[in-house]
């Protein structure tokens, strides 16, 4: 089993930057990505990361802007989020997978976590 708590989310300004943490707990030999929902939309993928931390992959959306990362030591994933839009307004969900690949399919995800509300002003 995997325990997944996220926090790090908050309000910022159109522009600004947030940086998530994902902490895991239990068995965390996997690997990890970050999801979002916004109101009234379906969940959607964000970025993925390997357990050695390669094999990253981003949402077209956050290309870019986004960085994905993860400190195996401290059983930490991160999500540095930069340039931040009204768009990227969500809950911002980590999930852990023993492939989790393709990485925008929720079903190769096993564990989730509750979410962290990130709200970016116009």
């Known amino acids: 089993q995997v325990q997944l708590v996220e926090s790090g989310g908050g309000l910022v300004q159109a522009g600004g930057s947030l940086r998530l943490s994902c902490a895991a707990s239990g068995r965390t030999f996997y690997a990890m990505g970050w999801f979002r929902q916004a109101p009234g939309k379906e969940r959607e993928f964000v970025a993925r990361?390997?357990?050695?931390?390669?094999?990253?992959y981003y949402a077209d959306s956050v290309k870019g802007r986004f960085t994905i990362s993860r400190d195996n030591a401290k059983a930490t994933m991160y999500l540095q989020m930069n340039s931040l839009k009204p768009e990227d307004t969500a809950v911002y969900y980590c999930?852990?997978?023993?492939?989790?690949?393709?990485?925008?399919?929720?079903?190769?995800?096993?564990?989730w976590g509750q979410g962290t509300q990130v709200t970016v002003s116009s």
């Open positions: 999930a852990a997978g023993r492939a989790a690949f393709p990485p925008s399919d929720m079903s190769k995800y096993d564990f």
């Open positions: 990361i390997g357990y050695s931390g390669g094999g990253t």
